[in-house]
Antibody, heavy 119, light 111 residues
Framework: EVQLVQSGAEVKKPGESLKISCKGSGYRFASYWIAWVRQMPGRGLECMGIVYPGDSDTIYNPSFEGQVIFSADRSISTVYLQWTRLQASDSAIYYC????????????WGQGTLVTVSS | QSALTQPASVSGSPGQSITISCTGTSSDIGDHNYVSWYQQHPGKAPKLMIYEVTNRPSGVSDRFSGSKSGNTASLTISGLQAEDEADYYCCSYTTTSAVGVFGIGTKVTVL
C-alpha cells in the first residue's frame, strides 16, 4: 500500500525555525515527485512546490520561493519542508502528496501536519 | 498561476444528483485530460475521487463521475448521501507551472 506519513503537530514562536517531514512507503520513493500543499485555516489548497527525492531537485511556486526550503533524503524515503524564521501567517496544515509525474495532480496524500505559530 | 474557479457551495437533498464545475483556461483544463477531484471532510486529508477527468480509483463509489468540456471540468455526485457532505477540490496540470493548480474549493451540503 502506498503511504505517506507526516511528522506530528508543532507549536512554535515567531522567528523560530522548523523542519517537518514526510516519509513514503509502499512504492519506489525516489522515482516520484512529492508536492507540499498548504491549507490555511478555513481556506483552500495551495501547492507550494515540489521535490524529487531521486536527486533532490526542487521547483517552487513563485508565491513561496524564498519563504520555505524543500529537501529530501532518499536513503530513508523522507522529504522535508523547512522554515528558517516562522511568522504567524505560516500557521496552517501542511500536506505532502505524491505526484505520479511532474506537475500532475497528486494521487496519494499524507495525513497533514498542523503548524501553529504564536507568541 | 491563478486558482481554478469553482462555485463556493452546492447543495442537494438525499438521493438527488449535483454537479460541481471547475473552470480553467486553455493552458490547463482545456489543454489536456489531467484533471483530478478530491473530497475533504473536516479535519481530514484530501482523498482522490477522480483522476484524468473520468477515472475512479479503486474503492471510490460509482456515484461519483467526472467529465470535461472545453476549459471546464465537472464532478457529478449521483444519489447524494449524507456522507458526501464535504469540501471538494479540483486540480489540473498546467503548462504554465510545474506544480499544478488547484480549484478554490466547493462546499457540498446535503439538505
Amino acid at each position: 500500500e502506498v503511504q505517506l506519513v507526516q511528522s506530528g503537530a508543532e507549536v512554535k514562536k515567531p522567528g523560530e525555525s522548523l523542519k517537518i517531514s514526510c516519509k513514503g512507503s509502499g512504492y519506489r520513493f525516489a522515482s516520484y515527485w512529492i508536492a507540499w500543499v498548504r491549507q490555511m485555516p478555513g481556506r483552500g489548497l495551495e501547492c507550494m512546490g515540489i521535490v524529487y527525492p531521486g536527486d533532490s531537485d526542487t521547483i517552487y511556486n513563485p508565491s513561496f520561493e524564498g519563504q520555505v526550503i524543500f529537501s529530501a533524503d532518499r536513503s530513508i524515503s523522507t522529504v522535508y519542508l523547512q522554515w528558517t524564521r516562522l511568522q504567524a501567517s505560516d500557521s496552517a496544515i501542511y500536506y505532502c502528496a505524491r505526484q505520479p509525474w511532474q506537475g500532475s495532480p497528486p494521487d496519494t496524500w499524507g495525513q497533514g501536519t498542523l503548524v501553529t505559530v504564536s507568541s | 498561476q491563478s486558482a481554478l474557479t469553482q462555485p463556493a457551495s452546492v447543495s442537494g437533498s438525499p438521493g438527488q444528483s449535483i454537479t460541481i464545475s471547475c473552470t480553467g483556461t486553455s493552458s490547463d483544463i482545456g489543454d489536456h485530460n489531467y484533471v483530478s477531484w478530491y473530497q475533504q471532510h473536516p479535519g481530514k486529508a484530501p482523498k482522490l475521487m477522480i483522476y484524468e477527468v473520468t477515472n475512479r480509483p479503486s474503492g471510490v463509489s460509482d456515484r461519483f463521475s467526472g467529465s470535461k468540456s472545453g476549459n471546464t471540468a465537472s464532478l457529478t455526485i449521483s444519489g447524494l448521501q449524507a456522507e458526501d457532505e464535504a469540501d471538494y477540490y479540483c486540480c489540473s496540470y498546467t503548462t504554465t507551472s510545474a506544480v499544478g493548480v488547484f480549484g478554490i474549493g466547493t462546499k457540498v451540503t446535503v439538505l
